[in-house]
């Protein structure tokens, strides 16, 4: 079981990215699937999670600017992040969760699978 994400780059601030996340080794049947991300120095902190309703939340520093989405036939994941600003630089991870409950969707601990992280920088 393996999530695999991609994506990552340099980028200016105001551009725009699309991170990928391929699930492999399993059918994708997670209960919610999310992407966190970690600053160089600072604790790892939720972005955004999707529940298999295709329920979104997302933290209040990314609300209107990234989208994450899935699909199911590709066993693929997505965050689409738009009008990037120099401090959502960080590594990015992808994670999934088979057992979780779903009014933990924002804490890590409530995912079992996780990706490898991808680095995004935005210069300002």
């Known amino acids: 079981v393996q999530l695999q994400a991609s994506g990552g780059g340099l980028v200016q601030a105001g551009s725009s990215l699309r991170l990928s996340c391929i699930a492999s080794?399993?059918?994708?049947?997670?209960?919610?699937t999310g992407w966190f991300r970690q600053a160089s120095g600072k604790e790892r902190e939720f972005v955004a999670t999707?529940?298999?309703?295709?329920?979104?939340t997302y933290a209040d520093s990314v609300t209107g600017r990234f989208t994450i989405s899935r699909d199911n036939a590709k066993n693929t994941m997505y965050l689409q992040m738009n009008s990037l600003k120099p401090e959502d630089t960080a590594v990015y991870y992808c994670?999934?969760?088979?057992?979780?409950?779903?009014?933990?969707?924002?804490?890590?601990?409530?995912?079992?699978?996780w990706g490898q992280g991808t680095l995004v920088t935005v210069s300002s």
């Open positions: 999707l529940a298999t309703s295709g329920h979104t």
């Open positions: 080794g399993l059918t994708f049947r997670f209960r919610f």
């Open positions: 994670a999934g969760s088979t057992s979780g409950i779903s009014s933990s969707r924002r804490q890590s601990s409530a995912y079992n699978y």
